[in-house]
């Protein structure tokens, strides 16, 4: 065979195979093009007054080890502070009426109000695809005392009077009018009973309509308990300030829904049982509410003995909520997120959830349930309630979930739950849970129960997590079901838990009961190979620490009822999560910044509380004379 003959085969064979070739090619270019990342344009940042919600859109990555980070400063200043990793959204994580699309998204914490900042987001990914975008965004302002400038009386009554002191406006009405109730004016309402009432008119920014009580205690809102609509109607107004006054004998206490720039603080609602009520519910397409300072009392008896309603203290849905320092009592559940539709158009998105005071509710402390992302949930305290925080479901998150005390719940410290609709099971995806100290009768960890059922993409970090001794070794430590994939493998935050602090029961010859495997050890062997090693087995709870609730200030025992135990409802200063000198959670806990720069030793705490600094003040505040609105965080750092 001559070299010409060899020549002219080459040439056909190239030529016949071209188009196979190209195809192949076409093929794996399309491949690398799924798994590389195509960023969009960054959404418009969300801030409250002390956090600010980011979501960045994206194309393609399928494989999911696409990364953002984030770092801040303060407009005008030269240094940057780092943030934490943003969170890879679930893209499969679908509710009937929802996808919550092709994401990474985050927030930065710990702010300063009424600040401006400058924020620089860093997409990377190995497989192709960068970008760098700013945004520069203010944190919102407390809402302060509103000036007396321009100050008018009411009284009840039905009509008539000019609004002078000496003749008061006499009913809601007589002053709720085009002509009288101007933006910027504030109306001093005197002791009586109003009724109920629906406002009619909205302030402007910068000069909202002021409603204020002179007494909370004597300047009423009397639903007369039969009616089961809302005693205080606000739906669709905006810019107004309503506070320091009582509603009462109702179902509903209060309704704001498609409500904008609202200030309801220092209310006092009681909601009465006749029907599912809620104390206070804004809904819909209701944007930058602040609800502070509130005392809320529902109807449910107490330790959990009744879970036949459904009521709730505050209801929301929308986006930039405050909800903060108010005292919830004797709900079915305190708090939630739940736009109470089908197609989760206002699925609530950048709400602050912290410094709250919820006892005795007969479910959920606070429920992020139907939430979007950016949900955070902080430095709340929350004793006797049947679950502590539910996710059941969340929809991709990120929502965080930090330095939450959880004390005395029956089941669940944290309920990351399905939720089944026409038989579809709905799981819980995107939630980062970092520095809480719990406290339950059951295990620490538990996605058992009604509904139960895989729950993913969620982080656990520098929590102390303490569960109940019966001495039956009936309870694990963690237990229940979690769904794992490649996906969720490849991103910036695996394994699931890590750095934690378990105290497993004395009598348990497992400690641990996931997707039906049973393991005797956390990290007795992480790098060897062993069956019943949690760590070994799954690459999970590698510097996580056995602890004893010794090594608190004051952890005793919890019981649910029955098992030969008296239910006990615990309250503030029965129990403190402070560790004791010496403990293994000292300095046990590892680095997030913008979350934990504040520690205080070698490394930060597990838990809460971190020790040597500050205890948080739950429930309302005292009064001052200047605002009535969060104080700006201290002790935090810029570098």
């Not at 399928?62 to 303060?74: L, P």
């Not at 007369?224 to 320091?244: A, P, R, T, W």
């Not at 590892?590 to 739950?618: C, F, I, Q, S, T």
């Amino acid at each position: 065979m001559n070299g010409r003959f060899l020549g002219v085969l080459f040439y056909r064979t190239v030529w016949a195979l071209t188009p196979i070739l190209a195809l192949a090619f076409a093929f794996s270019t399309e491949a690398q093009a799924q798994n590389a990342a195509t960023p969009g344009t960054l959404e418009a940042v969300i801030p409250t007054l002390s956090s600010a919600g980011f979501a960045w859109p994206i194309t393609g990555d399928d494989n999911g080890n696409a990364r953002v980070t984030i770092r801040y400063r303060r407009v005008g200043d030269a240094g940057w502070s780092q943030g934490l990793p943003f969170m890879r959204v679930e893209k499969n994580t679908t509710s009937l009426n929802f996808n919550p699309g092709n994401y990474i998204s985050g927030s930065l914490l710990n702010l300063t109000p009424a600040t401006q900042y400058e924020a620089e987001l860093t997409l990377s990914d190995a497989d192709g695809g960068s970008s760098i975008q700013t945004k520069t965004f203010s944190t919102r302002a407390e809402p302060a005392a509103t000036s007396l400038a321009a100050v008018k009386y009411i009284i009840p009554g039905s009509g008539g009077g000019d609004g002078s002191a000496a003749n008061p406006y006499k009913g809601l009405a007589a002053a709720d009018t085009a002509a009288i109730a101007l933006p910027g004016t504030v109306f001093i309402l005197k002791p009586g009973n109003y009724g109920r009432y629906t406002f009619q008119r909205s302030g402007s920014a910068g000069a909202p309509i002021t409603y204020r009580g002179e007494n909370p205690d004597t300047v009423i809102f009397d639903g007369s308990s039969s009616n089961q609509s809302f005693v205080v109607d606000l739906s669709s107004k905006s810019n107004i300030v309503l506070e320091n006054l009582s509603i009462k004998n109702s179902c509903m206490g209060l309704k704001a829904d498609d409500s904008q720039n609202l200030v309801l603080r220092r209310l006092k609602i009681s909601v009465v049982k006749s029907c599912e009520p809620t104390a206070l519910q804004i809904r819909g397409n209701a944007n930058n509410a602040y609800i502070c300072d509130n005392t809320l009392l529902g109807a449910e008896p107490p330790l959990r003995r009744d879970l036949s309603n459904d009521d709730t203290g505050i209801s929301v849905a929308g986006t930039g909520h405050e909800i903060c320092n108010n005292d919830i009592r004797s709900f079915y559940d305190a708090i939630d997120t739940y736009d109470g539709g089908t197609t989760y158009a206002y699925a609530a998105n950048s709400v602050d959830i912290h410094h709250n005071l919820l006892l005795d509710q007969t479910d959920d402390g606070i429920e992020t349930d139907g939430s979007r992302r950016n949900i955070r949930v902080f430095r709340n305290l929350i004793a006797n309630s049947f679950n502590g925080i539910s996710a059941q479901p969340n929809y991709g998150g990120p929502n965080y979930i930090f330095r939450n005390e959880i004390y005395n719940v029956n089941d669940k410290p944290f309920k990351f739950h399905n939720l089944v609709v026409n038989s579809v099971y709905l799981r819980p995806s995107g939630s980062f849970v970092f520095h809480n100290s719990t406290n339950a009768y059951k295990a620490a960890w538990h996605t058992g129960g009604v509904a139960a059922g895989d729950w993913g993409n969620s982080y656990m970090r520098n929590n102390l997590f303490f569960d109940n001794d019966p001495g039956d070794g009936t309870y694990y430590s963690i237990e229940g079901t979690y769904y794992i994939d490649q996906f969720i493998k490849n991103g910036a935050w695996y394994p699931y838990f890590d750095y934690n602090g378990w105290a497993p029961q004395s009598s348990a010859s497992y400690v641990i009961k996931l997707n039906n495997v049973r393991y005797k050890t956390f990290n007795a062997a992480c790098d060897s190979t062993v069956a019943d090693d949690f760590c070994s087995a799954t690459g999970n709870s590698r510097h996580d620490k056995i602890v004893t609730k010794a090594q608190c200030v004051k952890v005793e025992n919890v019981w649910g009822e029955g098992n030969g135990h008296t239910a006990i409802a615990y309250r503030p200063g029965d129990w403190d999560f402070s560790l004791v000198n010496g403990a293994a959670a000292i300095d046990a806990g590892v680095r997030l910044p913008n979350l934990n720069d504040d520690y205080l030793g070698a490394n930060p705490d597990l838990g809460a509380l971190e020790k040597g600094a500050a205890k948080p003040l739950y429930g309302p505040r005292p009064l001052t004379t200047d605002t009535t609105a969060p104080a700006a965080p201290t002790g935090l750092r810029l570098s």
